[in-house]
């Protein structure tokens, strides 16, 4: 190798300042690449991991539930199960067996439950007395209804005498979550369920004892006689395969294969009749990771590619960088017959390791950073490898990119006849090329206005348009745009200012204006970093809210525990140990005959309805505050004679003065609202008080503030019943939210890099700068020019350009991210839409990294001009 | 003298170097400005031109026209009998690697500063396809002793030796300086006067921008040329 070649890697170190400019080019792109890979594959771990733990533990792998014929159908199956599990990997089987309701009789009295078992489950149940695991344990609800105990032996009409109880366990609660989740519909009574169809479970600790009440073939082939008397002749036989949660999306699919093979197995070698039910979970959580994994592709690939397009022209100009600081050498080269593109190799030599460093820390930062911006932490096999491909090819296109532009610009520098481009180029410059990307914004804000995402009933994931998704970004950039012309515009025309007055203003301007292009570019990138992360930020805290309002209104409060169906007069109350946080609420479906529409009735308590619903989002409590005012001042208003129920009107139920719904109830509507906690569909929500006594409610629900358990808790102490509960948090499935989240979380990694680069290159635009500033500087304050007046002038200069930015920034930002959220609603059948919340903290952060900015720009600036000493200056 | 400095071109009786008509205009945004009107010169074989005018004349156009570094806006150049007026790149800058150098005006332009003096030698022979001439001729050219040393260790005028020098190790046959001496004291303008005439008894074909007495005092033909054009009736002065 020539000499000037082989010392290059050397050379460099003579001008860190560019070492650290290629390296920081490399970093940069290489983690936008990376991350973007990581991103996206960990959207489907993220994905997988959000479904997963949406289901029991017990039916991550294979759930089958099955009705064999007789009992040892059941035992059969169960071997079966165990063998295959065992084939395939699982550590087990737990089997259930269940038989129907039945009537057992104590004595004189008698009561419905269901023979059960199931594997393990004396570990699983809270015993209250006794405990021997030879006879029948009989939950509470059961004990307290016939008065039965230990050794109490129960009768049967088919099956004679039973085994004495040995043990009172407590009833078990739908908890969703634990041993007895994947069996709450076989052994919690649902609150709509009839008396026959479900029933608390009578266990019987030892499978055998269970056998041994199989009736006579003779029974079974009887089945017609009378339901409630052979139920017991069947078990309902749940098999389920404890496996821990898988991590990643290869896992899951691993684990689904290999629960498939279970299933298939079992369905090879059992009467297709006997099954209920047979499948895999996953299944459905695997297609939703992939097509959650596809939305965010979709969304965050185009922009990826922009951004890498926009750093490789980020690179060219460290290339462009590289020549005006070597032409020296170049020419010298050049004059002595070196090429165009040897003078690009030797570029390359200088540049390449800094580049390639800088793409390897990409990478790593872009891998440690990960639990800042990904979905999800675990990395999938494999992933590493892909991300480091992406950055191998990135970095091979940015060498590809230095080399290329060196040896255009060489030649054009040293070759080419001059005068052919600059006239080109200042033509470039004259496009506006804002109006192309507004054109873009209007169209995808058309598409936008169309529905960005579409939900497609029964499924869960929204279809998104990755158009109209691309439409606050391209109004940033846009404005971004316009903003950097206007800018360039004024300062053109500067000098024309001369109303002001203060030296300070005049020496900040005027040094803004002779900077022109740099000063521009750098308000254009800090402008668009802003922009970007306050769309980013606006429509991520947009999904968030949306989720918590959602399911708020969904459930109405963050718990609602289902109490009973009694008549409003029956004096169904919430004890009082709870009642600071929770109120009651009855409700019921009925039709109202003009226009003919099924309804609901939703009874508040207007005095206690804000201590337990949900008010979590501004519009829902003001709709609150709106329907009982309402609702109060129609109680206050009602003659005594009146028959009417005053209605507060909610989700499209229908208008009217004399509403006749069913059970003789007259509605009178005196007020709307668009959303109300707990209300889902059309609705009236009327008071307590002014409903007929002898209305019946078919749902009474505490809501409550507090969580279920304790809400619970509180019921049971003050001796009442509890039905059922749900929880906001786990009410409403959170992927669709989560996948626009993560769409734009990415967004706003981008815009991350955009900062870092915009406050990067404003303060290499003011060190490269240096000399100048300082001899001018220097020069003034010889002149006589203030200290405090220099300060200002910079002060004026770099405010002009962060304020800006920030200002601008975050206001179209902002308003982008507003107008795109109301439209980016995966659930619109639920109020409220999203909005962008006021980014209070984004507000403060940007007011003070900009501050911060501005003030040590300022400070570097005026420390080079008070250290400058004017002879050398001048001299060099 | 070492074996890879004689060999020169073969001498064919044609100028070394050879302009017809030669413009060069320069075009601004508003204008066009011409710089170098109608020069036509031809420069023989080993002959030492000193190229005399006021400043902004085109002294400096004319050398870089000649040194094939900038291409004429008409007219045609000619480099030992080949038009290489409309010569491809590659073409050009095989002759400047290998038959025409360029000497710059500012010592610093001429030389690679993160090279030492021998190394500059042994680039520039690279540079030419040749081999790495040694120390001899740094000894020769009264730069013994410090082919070890940084560039900047040297003073202008050795400097500019050194380029001199380079152009020596990488054998070309015609070497064009930009005012060589008017950046130096005086005892540096010496030294590369001193060269210049070693270069000149070498049989290099020199052509020299400069108003150094003297260089004058060598008795080169001198070239007037004034307001971008040659002055043929002066010419003879120089040579007087
Ligand atoms: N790149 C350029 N663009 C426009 N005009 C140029 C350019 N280079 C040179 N000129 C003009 O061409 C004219 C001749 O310049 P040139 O450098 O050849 O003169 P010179 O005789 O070498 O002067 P000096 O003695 O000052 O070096 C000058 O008027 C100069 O301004
Ligand atoms: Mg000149």
Redesign the pocket.
Known sequence: MKLPWKRAPLVAWRQPSSLLVALFAGLVLAFVASAAVLHVSSVRTGAVDHNVSRFCPHLRGPAVELVPARFDGSVAAASMAAESAAEHGFDGVVTGLYTGVLMLEFGESAGRAKLAYRDGLTEQVTVSRGGGTDGLWIPESLAELTGADLGDRPRHPGLGELPPVTAVYQDLERTGDGYWCSEEKLVVPGPMDSEWQSAAPVFVPDRDVLASFQPPPAVVDELEVQWEDTSHATFTTTLRFPVDAPTTPEEAAALHDRSRAVVDDLSAELAPEAFVSRGVYLDRSLQLADESSRTVTLAVLPLTVVSLLVGLAGMAAVAVQWLQRRTGEARLLWTHGVSPLAIGTRALLELGVPVLVGSAAGLGLATLARGLYAPSLVLRDGVLVDAGLAVGVLAAASLGVLVATVAVRAHQLFQAV?RERSRAVSRLRLVPWELATGALAVWSGLRLAEGALTVESGEVLPRVDPVALAFPLLVVVTIAGLTARGLGWTLVRSHRLSSWRRPAFQFGVRRLAASGGTAVGVTALALLAVGVLAVGGGVVGAQRDAFDAKSGVLVGAESAVDVGNTTVNAGQAVPASIADRSTLVGRSTTSIADPPREVTVLVVEPDTFHRGGWLGDRRVASAVDEAMSALREAEAARGSGDTAVPAVRVSGAPRGEQLRAGSGLVLSTVGEVAGFPGVTSPTYVVARDTVPSGFRVNTWTVLSGLPAAEVIDGIQAAGGWTIQSVERTTALDGLPFLTMQWTFGFITVLGTVLAVLAITSLLLAIEVRRRQNALSGALSLRMGVRLRTLVSSYLVELGTIGGLAALVGAAVGWGAAQLAASQLDPAPRLVPAPAAPVPVLFLSVLLVATLAVVGAATWLAVRAVRTARVGELIRE | MSEQTTTRTPSTGEPALLLRGVD?S???QLTR?P??SGVDLAVSRGEFVVLA????????????VLALVARPTSGSVQVFGRDVTRAGNPELRRLRSRQVTLVY?NPGDNLFDYLSVAENLRARAQLAGRDDPGPALLERMGLGGTGTWPTQALSGGQQQRLALACAVGAGTDVVLA??PTSQLDQRSAELVVETLTQLHELGVTLVV?SHDPRLLGLGPRVVR?RD?RLHPGVEKEGTA
Do not use: C, M, N
């Open positions: 001059p | 060069v320069y075009s601004t400005v710089v170098l005018g006021p400043s902004g004349s085109g002294k400096s156009t004319l050398l870089r005006q930009d005012e921008a040329i971008g």
